[in-house]
């Protein structure tokens, strides 16, 4: 019943984005899903990662017989591309491949399986195809933000980014300093999050085809949660970034040519207009909270995935300050945000008590603070930086220890005592 409720609800919120975005005259998600059954979709590697998380509910063989059938279909585009000489403009040459076996595991699902089979490989193919919507969604949210948040907060976020010292300009200069290799690097960590976010996920889903289930907690439903609440966030709080507002990248509507070389000057804040079609995607930001999320479910993990869940996690930190998308206190925000989504799905799994609600109040309550100070007090935050500086970073803290904390005694909880064994009495 839980999944058939989740599934109704994803359902009904990607109906009311292909509603809302087919009234900006824009195309909604549907439609660009459905146009990736037989054009080059966006991203190729987005379908084959959806196809890995799908094939968690096959055998050994069954899967073998899966990715083979998506190569060997994706070939067969190729060639016709090739024989009609169809150019790959915009897109992925493949990954068509991928989306037509997950829809095959479906048919397969209604026609050929019954009962727990049924429902398992149905489970499957909703994972898969959950991820694709999200990105589908997530990409139509922004195109909304920027349609329908005419003026931008950046120059409160700015002037409040004072109090950290302004990251994103310090790191933007190092990033500019590493040459195109450190560029090149970050770029692709920044863009194949959702792919590393795979790899944990299918360590944590690894035994599902055998024990018939999935866990009751793992990535992929704090990854998809993240997805779908943090865009509303974004039509309280628009943001474009330095790099539009105070950058090249913003042409004749930034307030000036300032990053990352010449930090911007304290003055009284306002909202500025921006054009119609810069995403307003900073405040909080997600590629922060997504890593985040990342990086704590990779602790359960053997070393490499740690090591690779630790790096992940700086590589965008530094990506989002050093190509100049975010401002140092999107980066707190966003990591509030993931660890408050992170613990009221722990607790939504394993039960509400005292202490999951205490964590969740504590890390919202923190959250809209974070908001609230940001839109009203940037003159304080960034005339005293030495106060409000050391309490920004206090505030995260405490939300990282609060979680830390709680969610230690929730497995000294889950784990059982182990019994003494009994002594031989005497004769």
């Known amino acids: 019943m839980l999944w058939v409720a989740a599934g109704v609800v994803a359902f009904g919120f990607i109906i009311a984005l292909e509603i809302a975005a087919r009234s900006h005259g824009i195309q909604g998600p549907l439609t660009n899903q459905a146009r990736e059954v037989i054009f080059p979709p966006k991203s190729g590697f987005l379908l084959y990662a959806s196809l890995a998380l799908t094939m968690v509910v096959l055998t050994r063989r069954q899967r073998l017989i899966a990715a083979g059938a998506a190569i060997g279909i994706d070939v067969v585009f190729a060639l016709v591309r090739w024989a009609l000489g169809v150019r790959v ?19 397969i ?7 727990r089979e049924r429902v398992l490989l149905l489970k499957g193919v909703g994972l898969g195809l959950l991820l694709v919507a999200g990105r589908k969604a997530g990409d139509i949210w922004l195109l909304i933000t920027s349609k329908t948040r005419p003026a931008v907060f950046d120059q409160y976020a700015a002037t409040a980014d004072h109090a950290l010292g302004n990251p994103s300009w310090l790191v933007g200069r190092m990033v500019r300093a590493s040459g195109p290799i450190g560029a090149h690097v970050l770029d692709y960590v920044y863009i194949q999050l959702a792919v590393a976010a795979v790899v944990v996920a299918l360590y944590q889903l690894r035994d599902v085809a055998v024990q018939g289930r999935f866990p009751r907690h793992y990535l992929v439903r ?9 865009p509303a966030i974004y039509m309280i709080f628009p943001v474009v970034g330095p790099v539009f507002a ?10 000036a040519n300032l990053w990352p070389d010449t930090p911007p000057p304290i003055s009284a804040p306002r909202q500025m207009p921006f054009d119609e079609i810069t995403p307003r995607n900073c405040m909080p930001s997600l590629h922060t909270a997504w890593a985040t999320a990342i990086f704590i479910h990779s602790r359960k993990g053997p070393r490499i995935l740690r090591f690779a869940g630790a790096f992940w996690l700086i590589a965008t930190l530094g990506a989002t300050l050093g190509f100049g998308y975010h401002y140092g206190v999107d980066l707190i925000a966003g990591a509030v945000f993931a660890l408050t989504v992170e613990a009221a799905l722990r607790s939504l799994a394993r039960g509400w008590d005292r202490s999951g609600t205490r964590l969740v109040a504590h890390g919202t309550t923190v959250f809209a603070a974070l908001l609230v100070s940001y839109r009203y007090l940037p003159m304080e935050m960034a005339e005293h930086p030495w106060v ?7 505030s995260l803290a405490s939300v990282v220890h609060g979680y830390v904390r709680t969610t230690r005694l929730w497995e000294a909880e889950a784990t059982p005592v182990r019994q003494p064994e009994p002594q031989p009495q005497p004769v």
């Open 89 to 107: 403009a915009d897109g992925h040459p493949f990954g068509n491949g991928a989306l037509w076996v997950i829809l095959g595991c479906a048919v």
């Open 246 to 255: 105070y950058g090249a990248d913003g042409g004749h509507w930034a307030v």
């Open 109 to 115: 699902a209604l026609t050929r399986r019954a009962g």
């Open 222 to 230: 704090t990854f998809l949660v993240i997805g779908l609440l943090g």
């Open 388 to 394: 409000f500086g050391p309490l920004l970073l206090l």
